[in-house]
């Protein structure tokens, strides 16, 4: 079983940036791809971007491509995600998730899941 703890969500104004951390204990963390996602109110939980267990591939929603970047650090057990040029749509509790299988962009093929951390973004 692994535990995932999010941290680093606030209020920030358009334009601005932010960088969420995810923390992993339990079994080990490095065989796992790990995953970002995001969810509005009233809306789906969403892809953000994913990273597969060595750091050596990423993907990305076409909505955040060229403003997130996702990285990961095994030895310190933490996946993070940097948000630069923040949006107002950006606004949403952003969720950390692991799988242990290759990278995916479908939340329901992660086992693993944060309670979430919620982003603000105002215009």
């Known amino acids: 079983q692994v535990q995932l703890v999010e941290s680093g969500g606030g209020l920030v104004q358009a334009g601005g940036s932010l960088s969420l951390s995810c923390l992993a204990s339990g079994r080990t963390f490095s065989p796992n791809a790990m995953a970002w996602f995001r969810q509005a109110p009233g809306k789906e939980r969403d892809f953000v971007a994913a990273i597969s267990w060595n750091g050596g591939t990423t993907l990305y929603a076409d909505s955040v491509k060229g403003r997130f970047t996702i990285s990961r650090d095994n030895a310190q057990n933490t996946v993070y995600l940097q948000m630069n040029s923040l949006k107002p749509e950006d606004t949403a509790v952003y969720y950390c998730?692991?799988?242990?299988?290759?990278?995916?962009?479908?939340?329901?093929?992660?086992?693993?899941w944060g309670q979430g951390t919620q982003v603000t973004v105002s215009s």
């Open positions: 998730a692991g799988r242990l299988a290759p990278i995916s962009t479908r939340p329901y093929e992660y086992d693993y």
